[in-house]
């Protein structure tokens, strides 16, 4: 969501508003920048695109002192009144700010004679700071800091000395250094793009920038230390034409083999067989598409493993009584490391005694370091909002960890294990077929942009891979979507069946075809369109699938979906890349 950054160095204008640039791909609406100058604070904002904030910002004066923000909405319209940065009255303040701000009604009863001048909760951090103001700035931002309640990453930059402030809690804050200056960011890839070394701010901290150093203090204003260490650099934003999804797609046969030999270098799953064997139940936590990737492997899962094997959405995992012990093991799923929800339920698992394990596309995210284990899907950096790659390197992995928790147990054979190893270099060449004819989909895709509503259906181990197209299509598409068990249909769903409405059928299951023959004999008797995946079917539009090994069949089944939906969004005209309201990274609940 939001995306912050600030430095204090040579040239910060310039490369703030570059940072600001590389952290589009979380997804926002509107953008801004203050810099601090001998005059005072100046500061410029915009709805839209970055390449409007740069054109607004031509005529700003370079400075040494810098924050930046990329908006998502949350408090208030989109609009540049209510985009960020804030500044005081007084003008002797300027903040940035990610997260939501729980109090912020009752704070702003404290400020009675301020004039508001935009709809946000971010406002109150501004106005309350310089109310607090005593002459001595780190007092005030940590007296305001002690009052917030809620997830809040906030930059703060004042007139009275040449420091950057930043206040962290529940929402992502990495801090860096190097030769040329400090740093504070939302994003750990973004940071190292600058930083020599970067640390992570724990939460109910107080960071100082200064172009001495860093320090940093708990809201008592006590010292704490925080441990540097020097992030893998991230990769550069592509800017050749295109979009930016559609290169992930086609990275896919790639990231599969390097997901591969990834797990394999980093040693495979971390768990003693004695761990392995001693655990009871397995949660597979995430959100969006990493909650998809967990019900699909443990769908397959469930076919050599003895022990309950669950998939849950995180923001309900927070709240509901599951139960976690000793005996638990829970993959923490998220392609950024950021995701809130699950960095939640993350700590409330290793609160109960259960073993956390992080699934993720970035092993420096906070969510890296809060599980017992790690586990990076090398899927490489993925720009686009609507995530693809991911997606299937997290099947990758999963399946891996699985396997071999499986082979601990002996509830899975050794040579099994093998077969699925080398399994996937199969997998990377039949995604690679699935990408060298892709007008079938073009075609169908202008189809599709006609129906009124696209249902996705599958059994077992499709059904959440039919999820996952649905989720996808309706992410940036626009286009009313849903996934349902294909035997549900009766349950309620063929009421919307009519003509205009397309029905996509997995079946990659023979076993199962027979049963989702008669699901789409049923829709189209209706006057649903279909198209089928994977096996044919007399009266759907078939989109085959080259054989691989059953339990590795959903990595590449969900490619046609990927596809389908970016070109059914394409020809709709669609922005691929940042879909409307939608953030690569959620870390606010």
């Given at each position: 969501?939001?995306?912050?950054?600030?430095?204090?160095?040579?040239?910060?204008?310039?490369?703030?508003?570059?940072?600001?640039?590389?952290?589009?791909?979380?997804?926002?609406?509107?953008?801004?920048?203050?810099?601090?100058?001998?005059e005072?604070?100046?500061?410029?904002?915009?709805?839209?695109?970055?390449?409007?904030?740069?054109?607004?910002?031509?005529?700003?004066?370079?400075?040494?002192?810098?924050?930046?923000?990329?908006?998502?909405?949350?408090?208030?319209?989109?609009?540049?009144?209510?985009?960020?940065?804030?500044?005081?009255?007084?003008?002797?303040?300027?903040?940035?700010?990610?997260?939501?701000?729980?109090n912020?009604?009752?704070?702003?009863?404290?400020?009675?004679?301020?004039?508001?001048?935009?709809?946000?909760?971010?406002?109150?951090?501004?106005?309350?700071?310089?109310?607090?103001?005593?002459?001595?700035?780190?007092?005030?931002?940590l007296?305001?800091?002690?009052?917030?309640?809620?997830?809040?990453?906030?930059?703060?930059?004042?007139?009275?000395?040449?420091?950057l402030?930043?206040?962290?809690?529940?929402?992502?804050?990495?801090?860096?250094?190097?030769?040329?200056?400090?740093?504070?960011?939302?994003?750990?890839?973004?940071?190292?793009?600058?930083?020599?070394?970067?640390?992570?701010?724990?939460?109910?901290?107080?960071?100082?920038?200064?172009?001495?150093?860093?320090?940093?203090?708990?809201?008592?204003?006590?010292?704490?230390?925080?441990?540097?260490?020097?992030?893998?650099?991230?990769?550069?934003?592509?800017?050749?034409?295109?979009?930016?999804?559609?290169?992930e797609?086609?990275?896919?046969?790639?990231?599969?083999?390097?997901?591969?030999?990834?797990?394999?270098?980093s040693g495979?799953?971390?768990?003693?067989?004695?761990?392995?064997?001693?655990?009871?139940?397995?949660?597979?936590?995430?959100?969006?598409?990493?909650?998809?990737?967990?019900?699909?492997?443990?769908?397959?899962?469930?076919?050599?493993?003895?022990?309950?094997?669950?998939?849950?959405?995180?923001?309900?995992?927070?709240?509901?009584?599951?139960?976690?012990?000793?005996?638990?093991?829970?993959?923490?799923?998220?392609?950024?490391?950021?995701?809130?929800?699950?960095?939640?339920?993350?700590?409330?698992?290793?609160?109960?005694?259960?073993?956390?394990y992080?699934?993720?596309?970035?092993?420096?995210?906070?969510?890296?370091?809060?599980?017992?284990?790690?586990?990076?899907?090398?899927?490489?950096?993925?720009?686009?909002v609507?995530?693809?790659?991911?997606?299937?390197?997290?099947?990758?992995?999963?399946?891996?960890?699985?396997?071999?928790?499986?082979?601990?147990?002996?509830?899975?054979?050794?040579?099994?294990?093998?077969?699925?190893?080398?399994?996937l270099?199969?997998?990377?060449?039949?995604?690679?077929?699935?990408?060298?004819?892709?007008?079938?989909?073009?075609?169908?895709?202008?189809?599709?942009?006609?129906?009124?509503?696209?249902?996705?259906?599958?059994?077992l181990?499709?059904?959440?891979?039919?999820?996952?197209?649905?989720?996808?299509?309706?992410?940036?598409?626009y286009?009313?979507?849903?996934?349902?068990?294909?035997?549900?249909?009766?349950?309620?769903?063929?009421?919307?069946?009519?003509?205009?409405?397309?029905?996509?059928?997995?079946?990659?299951?023979?076993?199962?075809?027979?049963?989702?023959?008669?699901?789409?004999?049923?829709?189209?008797?209706?006057?649903?369109?279909?198209?089928?995946?994977?096996?044919?079917?007399?009266?759907?539009?078939?989109?085959?699938?080259?054989?691989?090994?059953?339990?590795?069949?959903?990595?590449?089944?969900?490619?046609?979906?990927?596809?389908?939906?970016?070109?059914?969004?394409?020809?709709?005209?669609?922005?691929?890349?940042?879909?409307?309201?939608?953030?690569?990274?959620?870390?606010?609940?």
């Open positions: 969501m939001c995306g912050i950054f600030g430095m204090i160095g040579q040239n910060a204008v310039k490369t703030t508003l570059d940072s600001l640039r590389y952290l589009e791909y979380r997804g926002y609406d509107s953008a801004g920048i203050a810099v601090k100058r001998k005072g604070l100046e500061w410029t904002k915009c709805m839209g695109r970055i390449s409007e904030l740069q054109k607004k910002a031509q005529g700003m004066a370079e400075s040494d002192i810098a924050i930046g923000h990329t908006r998502w909405a949350t408090h208030g319209r989109v609009c540049e009144q209510n985009a960020h940065p804030f500044v005081s009255e007084d003008g002797a303040f300027a903040i940035v700010h990610n997260g939501i701000l729980e912020y009604l009752e704070l702003k009863k404290e400020l009675p004679n301020v004039h508001f001048s935009s709809q946000t909760d971010s406002e109150t951090v501004a106005h309350m700071l310089s109310a607090v103001y005593r002459g001595d700035v780190l007092e005030a931002v007296a305001v800091a002690k009052k917030l309640q809620g997830s809040f990453a906030i930059a703060i930059m004042s007139v009275y000395d040449n420091k402030y930043a206040v962290k809690n529940k929402s992502p804050l990495v801090v860096g250094v190097s030769r040329n200056g400090t740093y504070l960011c939302s994003d750990v890839g973004c940071a190292s793009r600058q930083a020599e070394q970067v640390a992570l701010a724990e939460d109910n901290t107080v960071a100082v920038l200064s172009d001495k150093g860093v320090r940093f203090f708990d809201f008592d204003g006590q010292e704490r230390r925080a441990k540097f260490f020097v992030a893998e650099q991230s990769a550069e934003l592509q800017t050749e034409e295109g979009d930016v999804m559609l290169k797609i086609f990275e896919i046969p790639q990231k599969i083999r390097a997901s591969r030999q990834g797990y394999l270098q495979g799953l971390r768990l003693s067989d004695e761990e392995a064997r001693r655990l009871k139940r397995i949660y597979l936590v995430g959100c969006g598409t990493a909650y998809n990737s967990g019900s699909q492997v443990a769908c397959v899962a469930r076919n050599f493993l003895d022990i309950d094997i669950l998939p849950v959405i995180a923001s309900e995992f927070i709240y509901d009584n599951y139960p976690v012990g000793e005996d638990t093991l829970a993959f923490l799923i998220s392609q950024s490391g950021e995701t809130a929800d699950t960095l939640r339920a993350a700590e409330k698992i290793r609160h109960s005694g259960g073993i956390t992080a699934v993720t596309n970035n092993a420096c995210g906070s969510l890296g370091f809060l599980c017992d284990y790690v586990s990076n899907v090398c899927a490489g950096a993925e720009f686009a609507a995530s693809t790659k991911a997606y299937n390197c997290q099947l990758v992995t999963l399946t891996l960890l699985l396997a071999d928790i499986a082979v601990s147990r002996k509830t899975l054979s050794v040579q099994v294990r093998k077969d699925i190893l080398c399994g270099e199969e997998v990377a060449v039949a995604s690679e077929q699935l990408l060298t004819d892709v007008y079938p989909l073009v075609r169908l895709a202008e189809e599709l942009k006609k129906c009124s509503a696209v249902f996705y259906i599958g059994r181990s499709d059904y959440p891979t039919a999820c996952e197209g649905s989720l996808k299509l309706k992410e940036i598409s286009i009313h979507s849903e996934a349902y068990p294909a035997g549900e249909l009766k349950h309620g769903t063929l009421a919307l069946m009519e003509e205009g409405v397309a029905v996509i059928a997995l079946a990659t299951d023979e076993a199962m075809a027979g049963k989702i023959a008669y699901s789409v004999t049923e829709v189209v008797s209706r006057g649903a369109r279909v198209i089928s995946v994977g096996h044919a079917f007399p009266e759907a539009e078939n989109i085959p699938l080259p054989k691989v090994h059953p339990y590795l069949a959903d990595i590449i089944s969900v490619i046609p979906l990927q596809l389908l939906a970016y070109y059914t969004a394409k020809s709709l005209s669609r922005d691929v890349d940042k879909p409307r309201n939608l953030a690569k990274s959620v870390t606010v609940e």
